[in-house]
């Protein structure tokens, strides 16, 4: 069962980038002192064949953040639809490029890319329109979280080594398993990017792949991390997923209130140690 399963996943590549740079900078007293900054770079996304859209990325996993932009902007309905993902950061004077081979191509493909939105996305900037297209065919788990499952979330990210921490101007997402039963936290899978979007497309691509070894898994206790504001895009993206809690660092804009509502999902934001504020879903939390 096991084999047959792994011959609907794609081929990847295992492409690696360093994640920081070492500058010089003055600090306040004229002194110089070395920082690492985030070696930000280009990747082009090459859909057999077509281009299809320029990412800047810090080049965390690129082949599970190609995988997770196509599947959050509906080109692809899972990751079984696509054959193979080749990254090669050499592959272009001006940056890197990401090969993407389907099993089967992508239909009216030269259509469902020609109308963009411009959105406030740091390291993507445009969207393919038409995810607001199809909000009412999403269909979020019926989900509970405990203030504990919260804390514990909030507690589990301050220990991560990450990025941020050594150089800053970085975002991160992270997806996190709550047993009911006992209000515990586990923490699956983090991603940080130099755009909150990628990194939550990064972990869309973790998950299809998941979903795809693991056919009993379900949403119904996942919740989503970022540190980023919650967008109408990130809160549709999450929806996309099968997410039913979305915890964020920063706020919540308008739009992405509205959506959320529509779609009864939980937004949880300025979450800090042991505070924050539910923007969406209050009913669903059990203090």
């Known amino acids: 069962m096991q084999g047959r399963m792994n011959q609907?996943?794609?081929?990847?590549?295992?492409?690696?980038?360093?994640?920081?740079?070492?500058?010089?900078?003055?600090?306040?007293?004229?002194?110089?002192?070395?920082?690492?900054?985030?070696?930000?770079?280009?990747?082009?996304?090459?859909?057999?064949?077509?281009?299809?859209?320029?990412?800047?990325?810090?080049?965390?996993?690129?082949?599970?953040?190609?995988?997770?932009?196509?599947l959050n902007q509906k080109l692809v309905k899972s990751s079984g639809d696509i054959e193979s993902i080749t990254v090669d950061w050499d592959a272009l004077e001006e940056g890197g490029a990401a090969a993407v081979k389907t099993r089967n191509g992508i239909e009216a493909i030269e259509e469902r890319t020609a109308r963009r939105v411009v959105t406030t996305g740091c390291g993507q900037g445009s969207i393919f329109g038409g995810l607001l297209d199809d909000l009412d065919s999403i269909k979020l788990p019926d989900a509970r979280l405990s203030q504990a499952a919260l804390f514990e979330i909030l507690s589990l990210i301050r220990q991560q080594d990450t990025t941020y921490k050594s150089s800053g101007s970085v975002h991160g997402c992270a997806l996190f398993r709550v047993d009911g039963a006992s209000a515990r936290a586990t923490l699956l899978h983090h991603v940080e990017d130099v755009g909150r979007h990628n990194a939550l497309d990064t972990l869309a691509g973790w998950m299809s792949l998941q979903a795809t070894q693991d056919k009993a898994s379900t949403s119904a206790d996942l919740v989503l991390y970022t540190t980023g504001r919650l967008t109408s895009e990130m809160v549709i993206k999450s929806a996309q997923m099968g997410v039913p809690f979305v915890v964020s660092r920063s706020g919540i804009t308008q739009m992405g209130f509205d959506v959320a509502t529509r779609l009864g999902l939980g937004t949880i934001g300025r979450a800090l140690n042991t505070r924050y504020l539910c923007y969406t879903g209050a009913g669903k939390i059990e203090r």
Not at 18 to 30: H, K, R
């Open 8 to 70: 609907s996943l794609p081929r990847l590549t295992q492409a690696r980038a360093p994640l920081t740079q070492s500058i010089t900078a003055t600090n306040e007293a004229g002194e110089q002192e070395a920082v690492s900054i985030p070696a930000e770079r280009s990747l082009t996304v090459y859909v057999d064949k077509r281009e299809i859209v320029t990412l800047m990325t810090l080049g965390v996993n690129p082949e599970l953040l190609v995988l997770g932009y196509l």
